[in-house]
């Protein structure tokens, strides 16, 4: 089994993502810390955060963030905004929150080079139709286009390319993290590789049910091609509810407090059952 680097791979998910505060909770208290952190879309948000602070502490900081106003701001406007916005333009939302938020986090000026660990998020690039992994420069900007979700926030230009949410090409990023040297690698999910899936039944469940199925083959086939020596852990969201599921669920901050507590839980009895 892997003894070499850790990773903590925090894939994307929208607001299911506070269910990662929970894992990382578990994760420090069990005494494990990463060597390098890879994050998607909501998971790039998480993990910058972590990559800037790899203690126990940036936890009390993640959950005080998920459950702030300005968290909720995000995707606040109403819905008589969200549907002028969208007539005109190709999204429901402002990505000024966003960006605010992410700049109050992290620090307007900060490069990935100030972290204390390695970190890699990952966007998809639209000119090039490829999944673009961002390492070196400005934080904030690279961290804003791997959580660019189509339809709610517009792509994120940066230099003459445009990019949008990178759970469009690469959701939980195991791959890379092998890529990068990991041999140890905490997997942090939002819970829907949990849930089996059913023929839809709704006009927006086709969408979703499409997007898990690609979503699932790639990270599937990312597990079954590990190299020897290189040890993954899933961890455990301990449940989603079924309003999850539902169009709307992406506004719905009300959750975030039972998510971080059940995730929490489940992953660290799945860790306390570890020899690490």
């Known amino acids: 089994m892997g003894r070499g680097p850790v990773a903590f791979v925090l894939g994307g998910g929208g607001v299911l993502g506070a269910v990662e505060v929970g894992m990382l909770r578990a994760l420090f208290r069990a005494g494990i810390r990463p060597d390098l952190v890879i994050g998607t879309s909501i998971g790039a948000v998480n993990g910058a955060l972590v990559a800037a602070d790899p203690t126990e502490a940036v936890t009390d900081r ?71 992994w961002f390492d070196t420069g400005p934080l904030v900007p690279a961290v804003l286009a791997s959580a660019s979700v189509p339809g709610l926030l517009p ?65 599937a086939r990312e597990l079954a091609a590990l190299p020897d020596g290189v040890e993954v852990h899933v961890l455990p969201t301990g449940g989603l509810e079924p309003r999850d599921d539902t169009p709307w669920a992406y506004r719905d901050m009300a959750a975030v407090g039972r998510r971080i507590s059940r995730a929490y839980t489940a992953s660290r009895h799945y860790l306390a059952q570890l020899d690490h």
Do not use: M
Request: net charge positive; proline share 7%.
């Open 155 to 219: 792509p994120a230009r940066i230099g003459d390319l445009h990019y949008i949410d990178g759970g469009i090409v690469n959701s939980i990023p195991i791959g890379e993290a092998v890529a990068v040297g990991a041999e140890r690698i905490f997997v942090l999910q939002v819970g829907r590789i949990e849930r089996a899936l059913t023929p839809p039944k709704r006009p927006w469940e086709i969408a979703q049910v499409a997007f898990e199925i690609a979503r699932r083959h790639r990270f």
């Open 62 to 132: 993640l959950v005080r963030l998920w459950a702030s106003p300005e968290a909720s701001e995000v995707y606040g406007d109403s819905v008589a905004r969200q549907v002028r916005r969208f007539a005109a333009r190709t999204h429901l939302h402002s990505p000024r929150p966003l960006r605010r938020l992410l700049e109050n986090e992290l620090g307007a000026e900060t490069t990935f080079a100030d972290l204390r660990v390695p970190f890699r998020c990952c966007a998809a690039n639209i000119e090039r139709a490829a999944e673009h």
